[in-house]
């Protein structure tokens, strides 16, 4: 499964703390069985075939990168209620 995310180096303005890695899943509308469990949004599943474009972006053609959420994967989520 390949999760689109963005990330950031973070750095303290003030000098005081680390340097932070951060980074956050992108989301959309959920799949039909994540809504039935209650949930509200889904992680975006990328196609193999646009890692490239993913992760080497156009920084000119940002309709490329809004055509990859478009054309993400559809898997099934299954859940099981814990006991």
């Known amino acids: 499964m390949?999760?689109?995310c963005l990330w950031a180096n973070w750095q303290d303005p003030e000098g005081v703390e680390p340097d932070m890695l951060?980074?956050?899943?992108?989301?959309d509308?959920?799949?039909p069985e994540v809504a039935a469990a209650g949930h509200d949004r889904t992680i975006i599943n990328i196609?193999?075939?646009h890692i490239e474009?993913?992760?080497n972006p156009d920084p000119a053609?940002?309709?490329a990168l809004f055509g990859i959420f478009d054309d993400k994967r559809h898997p099934f989520y299954e859940h099981r209620i814990a006991a």
């Open 61 to 63: 053609d940002l309709d």
């Open 2 to 4: 390949f999760v689109a």
């Open 22 to 27: 951060c980074f956050a899943a992108i989301t």
């Open 53 to 55: 474009a993913w992760l």
């Open 29 to 31: 509308d959920p799949e």
């Open 47 to 49: 196609k193999p075939e």
